[in-house]
T-cell receptor
Framework: DAMVIQNPRYQVTQFGKPVTLSCSQT?????MYWYQQKSSQAPKLLFH???????NEADTPDNFQSRRPNTSFCFLDIRSPGLGDAAMYLC???????????FGPGTRLTVL | TQLLEQSPQFLSIQEGENLTVYCNSS?????LQWYRQEPGEGPVLLVT?????EVKKLKRLTFQFGDARKDSSLHITAAQPGDTGLYLC????????????FGTGTKLQVIP
């Protein structure tokens, strides 16, 4: 089945220790997104790629970076995680003609 | 700033009851999605509506897109414990399908 996969599902890191979250898709969608979601709130868009074009949200901290080496994979790098970065991180994909996004299961990040 | 206000914010009902969740905005959307998210998981797409006045049914769930495409509702008939979760609406603006505006979310608890 075509899907969006996120690894790992749970990630524990230490304050200030870099961490990378990964996302892959078998949907062959042009657009990939990274969202941050804190307890029962709406997801907050960090950035998205339209093919190789990177689009950063104005209020996304510099601490968050992303890479998309090919259509299928996208990575979220948190350079120096703080306690406030503990959250669920969601990857999503879409084709840019309707707005419908397909989400992965998320990675729950804990910062100690 | 585009806002999608959902109401109610929280809802706790007994199994078998009916409920309606509303998603309202002052902006026009070209398409609107409804998602359900269970704790620790990513949002799962329930439906996309694109035509003003459109009604879609998914088993016990009925979705309606307002005539002016500024609002939407989700009605659940005979709620079951499996319906418990966070319900999110999300709208794509005309010409801006890459990004969507998420609603504020409705947390539903169905008590057996």
């Amino acid at each position: 089945d075509a899907m969006v996969i996120q690894n790992p599902r749970y990630q524990v890191t230490q304050f200030g220790k870099p961490v990378t979250l990964s996302c892959s898709q078998t949907l062959n969608h042009n657009v990939m997104y990274w969202y941050q979601q804190k307890s029962s709130q709406a997801p907050k868009l960090l950035f998205h790629y339209y093919d190789k074009d990177f689009n950063n949200e104005a209020d996304t901290p510099d601490n968050f970076q992303s890479r998309r080496p090919n259509t299928s994979f996208c990575f979220l790098d948190i350079r120096s995680p703080g306690l406030g970065d503990a959250a669920m991180y969601l990857c999503a994909t879409s084709v840019p003609d309707r707005g419908t996004q397909y989400f992965g299961p998320g990675t729950r990040l804990t910062v100690l | 700033t585009q806002l999608l206000e959902q109401s109610p914010q929280f809802l706790s009902i007994q199994e078998g009851e009916n409920l309606t969740v509303y998603c309202n905005s002052s902006s026009v959307f070209s398409s609107l999605q409804w998602y359900r998210q269970e704790p620790g998981e990513g949002p799962v797409l329930l439906v996309t509506v694109v035509t003003g006045g459109e009604v879609k049914k998914l088993k016990r769930l009925t979705f309606q897109f307002g005539d002016a495409r500024k609002d939407s509702s989700l009605h659940i008939t005979a709620a079951q414990p499996g319906d418990t979760g966070l319900y999110l609406c999300a709208g794509a603006r005309p010409g801006g399908y890459q990004k969507v505006t998420f609603g504020t979310g409705t947390k539903l608890q169905v008590i057996p």
